[in-house]
């Protein structure tokens, strides 16, 4: 049998995986065009049949098992020394409305005692809604770290991956810098309003990440793809850095060649490799 | 302040106890596929403890109603690829033209595999199939363990393997054609079958 198209049926078929009828149909009348299929229905039914039923299938040895659970355990009762309180106060209708009240006092309070000339920042830091470079970043770590997001691309070699991005609608020079003590995993590519921007990340073997996210400033100008603050694009234009924190994670944003970098780790602010480019 | 603290804490023993309901009980599955892809006993418990560590760690964000099984691969994999993938042993590659024509040949010395069945199925020992799954290349062995062993769906191997269902297709024709091969030539050599 040589026709790539009945090859697949017939392995869905097997697998009761012919979800339209015209499939089946099709299947059904390549049965009939062709009675040697008979043989490969049956050889390959009789495969699965002994993957199914005949292979072994290895248990987890007792004393990992054990280990795991001791672990996770141990994760648990450290879990509930670190509560997240933006998470568990707003979350609660009656402990929320008391506690948002108190916490509004003390802003009010706050403000109008501050001492003159304090400047807080508060332009820079308001990078908020859901295309903004922050939070595209953030969430593209978070979807990482939990396993909804993985590379399209595995590679360690820088000039691999720049290539990647080239090859895969990337249209502008990346940048992919070498961190001491990490590897590169690898990259994807993201789509923003039919735009391919470039994301990769690196893996230390204690269980950090590095993922960076990287954007032409073209995309962030005007009818942006990707938003940013003009407070903030011009901060970082001067030279600076900026620092954020969500969750457990950090992120740092640096403006260089007409590109903006959005690093986010989950290692500890102080460690975070930050003047990267060379 | 004290009632929130301990509704906080019931969230917390809540998600736990959901956790081991729902993720413990797949442990031996992931176990299972782990051993096959590292193909190291030590290097598949330490992949299942850091998926299990960073599963709990993100369990909040795991959808109720959904296939927790599915999700557990999908977190291995990422920490498989970043860790594991670069020590473990890639098999032979496989000559696929190769394995066509040895494959028509059998083909074409059988008017009917009905009594094939008998003879491998019930002949073939346990580490040969072990031995055949083992030697395939990484991309068909996924597939095949995915779909034959643990029973996941196709939409779910192809999101697990990032491809189109077509190539979910594909693969698992080609490397059950290679395995059908494999075991045949087990069985002829060891004198399991009549003919």
């Known amino acids: ?251 740092v944003l640096k403006h260089k060649d007409k590109k903006v970098f959005a690093m986010v780790s989950n290692l500890d602010a102080e460690k975070l490799p930050i003047n990267f480019y060379k | 302040m004290f009632p929130f603290l301990f509704a906080m804490l019931d969230d917390q023993q809540q998600l736990y106890a959901d956790f081991e309901a729902e993720a413990i009980p797949h442990m031996d599955s992931l176990y299972n596929f782990a051993l096959k892809i590292t193909g190291d006993s030590d290097d598949a418990s330490d992949l299942i403890q850091e998926t299990y560590l960073k599963s709990f760690r993100f369990f909040d ?23 594991y993938r670069k020590r473990a042993k890639e098999p032979d590659k496989v000559d696929y033209e190769e394995i066509e024509n040895f494959y028509e040949s059998i083909k074409s010395s059988y008017s009917d595999a009905s009594h094939l069945e008998k003879e491998l199925y019930d002949n073939l020992l346990d580490d040969e199939i072990s031995q055949a799954i083992s030697s395939l290349p990484e991309d068909f062995r996924t597939v095949v363990i995915l779909c034959d062993i643990e029973g996941l769906s196709y939409e779910e191997i192809a999101d697990f393997i990032d491809c189109p269902i077509g190539t979910v297709r594909s693969r698992l024709h080609r490397a059950r054609k290679i395995l059908f091969t494999k075991l045949y030539k087990y069985a002829s050599d060891k004198g399991y079958l009549e003919k």
Not at chain 1, 104 to 125: D, E, M
Not at chain 1, 135 to 149: I, P, Q, R, T, W
Request: include cysteine; charge should be positive; hydrophobic fraction near 35%.
């Open chain 1, 1 to 251: 049998m040589k026709n790539k198209k009945h090859e697949e049926l017939l392995t869905a078929f097997i697998d009761n995986e012919l979800k339209s009828q015209e499939e089946l149909r099709a299947f059904e009348e390549a049965l009939k065009e062709d009675p040697s299929l008979e043989f490969d229905l049956k050889a390959e039914s009789l495969t699965k049949n002994i993957l199914k039923n005949r292979s072994v299938r290895d248990k987890m040895p007792g004393k990992r098992k054990e280990g795991i659970l001791r672990a996770l355990a141990a994760e648990r009762i450290s879990t509930q020394k670190k509560f997240t309180f933006k998470e568990n106060i707003y979350n609660r209708k009656f402990i929320g409305f008391s506690t948002a009240a108190v916490i509004l006092i003390a802003i009010i309070l706050l403000l109008f005692n501050r001492p003159p000339g304090v400047n807080i920042g508060i332009n820079i830091s308001k990078q908020t809604g859901e295309n903004n470079i922050v939070v595209l970043a953030a969430n593209n770590f978070e979807k990482y770290m939990a396993g909804d997001k993985s590379v399209q691309f595995v590679s360690n070699n820088p000039e691999e991956i720049k290539n990647y991005f080239r090859t895969n609608g990337v249209d502008y020079e990346t940048y992919i810098p070498d961190f001491d003590n990490y590897s590169l995993v690898g990259a994807f590519v993201t789509d923003h309003k039919g735009v391919k921007l470039a994301n990769h990340i690196y893996s230390s073997p204690d269980g950090k990440y590095i993922y960076i996210f990287q954007v032409h400033e073209n995309y962030l100008q005007g009818d942006s793809i990707v938003r940013i603050t003009n407070d903030l694009l011009n901060y970082l234009k001067l030279g600076n850095d900026y620092k954020t924190t969500q969750k457990e994670y950090i992120t």
């Open chain 2, 61 to 83: 964000k795991f959808e109720k109603g959904t296939n927790c099984k599915a999700w557990l691969f999908r977190i291995m994999k990422n920490t498989y690829i970043n860790t």
